[in-house]
């Protein structure tokens, strides 16, 4: 291959790069030089203040906190999953991906007021917990932190299992095989093959469904309400109902390093995997 | 008699309404070298793998030094494989590769050290126990999965086609290699392949299988000089065959009327049966001499065609516009050409006959 290819295909990217500095990082710019930029010039104080504040701690730590939950929940379901849907074949496979597919395509708004139904007092799932015994008796799961983090899981699960699915499907079903002719059994087998096989697989969902947790709006709006404030909500409450630009600016300039942090973390970790094998 | 490392019986297998294996026996004796040969489709595989507990079958048992390992998981079995792709771990390097097993069982790390040592000096890999899998030669990524197939000191080894993915000179040389490798550990091994030259050259004896059932178990030479069925004939080197109906048998000798005359062979057949007469093409003679040969098996032919093949020659017969019969010598009497009529002769334990006709 000749030096200049990969300049070349460099070029099919520039489209996107141009839309995405027009619509995205301008106005992103703008946003964190308005949280610098004060009436009296470059100043830091709006993050002195912000992070003075224990109510805003216990913002930052509900955010994270709640992502990590929602990451958790979505890994434990979504990993089997992706194994499923790797090991399945022809039509029952076409149907399992177009019923992981298919829910992106409706609104979040719309599957949040569905999961206010499901949550309430009288929902399927508090009726199901009596019927099974495990309730004396109905609880408002609506307006929990439980609450939240179910409708979060169930909302970015194919963002876990997509990655996930795609690098299961790469791997060699042999060498199942030849770790067990190895006397390998089936539990130190998932630690020692499985689970580092599928690491960048593993690596990526997680990254993309805690950025995405890290900065849902509409899911805590509706499922938990203004009680348990995270950051984007106070961003959005900071713009919206608080007219406070700076603010808003503010919280939205840390929410958007702390997602850049977990992103860079997640490539390093990646990458340090790859020099190692 | 507890001899039998590997004792399989009545071995059946189905998928859907497939018949893939009908009713094998199969029984290894220990420090034996085996080959499962056969074409694609005939089971070979099937049975390997119900033999490693990677599959189970719908009938019969597997035995490994007289224990029933029928219901066994593969873990638990004690028989190492190398796979056709090798299926190296892409995560681990050569030396983590072959401690794999190892590190399964409560072993001490220095019994473990030790141990991949052993094995990576016994395939001369030594120098590269600490390369990553990704950019191995086939060669030294074959030697790889024997190494570590062998550290977990198996009871029986399987390998299935092991040569396929290795060039030609390359494969001759790995062949000679791995029979050396485990002539020195002296393990039990079972070869999955369907090139009949890595069976003879590699085996002590070949299983030809067919159609999910062993036709012939034997030596290698038996395989190749007394096949047992048409099957094997066809399958395990060229023959050259003549049709022909039985006539009567004297003095032990059976007469044989074919389109070149009468022809003698050993076995009896009822007169008046349908054979075929079939000859190894290096086991017959040729002669250019105007006196018929003394031999039982005589007749006439022209020669049509000089194959030349490197070692070897084919030489192409034909009788009256009848069947091609093919010779194979290693050089061409003198004065013999295109065109020549040549006495063709071979012996009576050269002549095999099988019930029906040609083709």
Redesign the interface.
């Known amino acids: 291959m000749s030096d200049r290819t990969p300049d070349r295909v460099a070029l099919l990217a520039l489209p996107a790069l141009v839309y995405m500095v027009i619509v995205f990082a301008i106005p992103v710019m703008v946003l964190i030089g308005r949280s610098f930029f004060g009436p009296s010039g470059l100043s830091v104080t709006p993050y002195i203040d912000f992070l003075s504040d224990g109510f805003n701690w216990r913002v930052i730590f509900n955010t994270l906190r709640t992502a990590a939950l929602t990451t958790l929940v979505c890994l434990v379901i979504g990993y089997p999953t992706a194994l499923a849907l790797s090991w399945s074949k022809g039509f029952v496979q076409a149907i399992m991906l177009v019923a992981i597919i298919l829910p992106l395509s409706v609104g979040v708004i719309v599957k949040a007021f569905a999961w206010q139904i499901v949550l309430r007092r009288d929902g399927i799932v508090a009726s199901l917990l009596m019927a099974t015994g495990v309730w004396d008796e109905p609880k408002l799961l609506l307006f929990t932190e439980t609450g939240l983090v179910l409708g979060a899981a169930n909302i970015f699960l194919p963002f876990m299992i997509l990655p996930i699915y795609s690098v299961l499907k790469l791997i060699d079903p042999s060498l199942q095989h030849a770790a067990a002719t190895l006397g390998a059994p089936p539990v130190y087998r998932f630690f020692r093959l499985s689970l580092p096989l599928a690491a960048s697989g593993i690596i990526s969902g997680c990254s993309i469904v805690f950025s995405l947790a890290t900065s849902m709006y509409v899911i805590p709006s509706l499922l938990i309400g203004d009680r348990y404030q995270t950051l984007p909500t106070l961003t959005a409450r900071a713009f919206l109902l608080m007219r406070n630009e700076r603010l808003g600016s503010t919280t939205a300039t840390i929410l958007l390093f702390l997602t850049i942090a977990i992103v860079m973390l997640t490539a390093w970790l990646v990458r340090r995997r790859e020099v190692q094998t | 008699m507890q001899n039998s490392v590997l004792e399989v019986a009545g071995a059946e297998k189905a998928f859907g309404s497939t018949t893939v294996l009908s009713g094998v026996d199969l029984a290894v004796e220990n420090g034996e070298f085996i080959s499962l040969l056969g074409p694609s489709g005939c089971g070979k595989t099937t049975l390997l793998r119900i033999v490693?507990?990677?599959l189970s079958a719908d009938r019969g048992t597997v035995k490994l030094s007289g224990a029933d390992i029928t219901g066994l998981?593969?873990?638990?079995?004690?028989?190492?494989?190398v796979?056709q792709?090798y299926?190296?771990?892409?995560?681990?390097t050569v030396a983590q590769n072959v401690a794999?097993?190892l590190?399964?069982?409560q072993i001490s790390a220095g019994d473990i050290r030790a141990t991949v040592a052993k094995y990576l000096d016994l395939v001369q890999l030594t120098s590269m126990a600490d390369r990553?899998i990704?950019g191995l030669s086939g060669g030294q990524q074959q030697r790889v999965a024997v190494a570590?197939?062998l550290a977990?000191s198996?009871k029986l080894l399987l390998l299935d086609e092991p040569f396929s993915a290795l060039d030609r000179k390359l494969r001759e040389l790995m062949q000679i290699e791995l029979k050396r490798i485990l002539r020195e550990v002296g393990i039990t091994t079972v070869l999955v392949t369907h090139d009949q030259e890595e069976a003879l050259v590699m085996s002590d004896r070949i299983a030809v299988m067919n159609k999910g059932a062993i036709e012939q178990f034997a030596a290698p030479g038996l395989i190749y000089q007394k096949p047992a069925s048409r099957f094997v004939l066809d399958f395990v080197g060229h023959s050259t065959r003549i049709a022909g109906t039985t006539a009567k048998t004297t003095d032990g000798l059976l007469a044989i009327e074919t389109a070149f005359g009468t022809l003698h062979a050993q076995s009896g057949y009822i007169p008046g049966s349908p054979v075929t007469v079939a000859i190894r093409p290096e086991r017959i003679s040729m002669s250019m001499a105007q006196e018929t040969p003394p031999s039982v098996n005589v007749l006439s032919a022209r020669l049509t065609d000089i194959i030349f093949q490197g070692s070897k020659y084919h030489l192409l017969f034909e009788n009256q516009g009848d069947s091609h019969l093919l010779v194979e010598a290693g050089r061409i009497p003198e004065g013999m050409a295109v065109g020549a009529n040549v006495h063709l002769h071979w012996s009576l334990e050269d002549t095999l006959v099988f019930p029906g006709a040609q083709e």
């Open positions: 490693a507990g990677l998981p593969t873990h638990m079995r004690g028989v190492g494989v796979f792709n299926a190296l771990f892409p995560h681990l794999f097993g590190k399964a069982q990553p990704r570590r197939a977990v198996p």
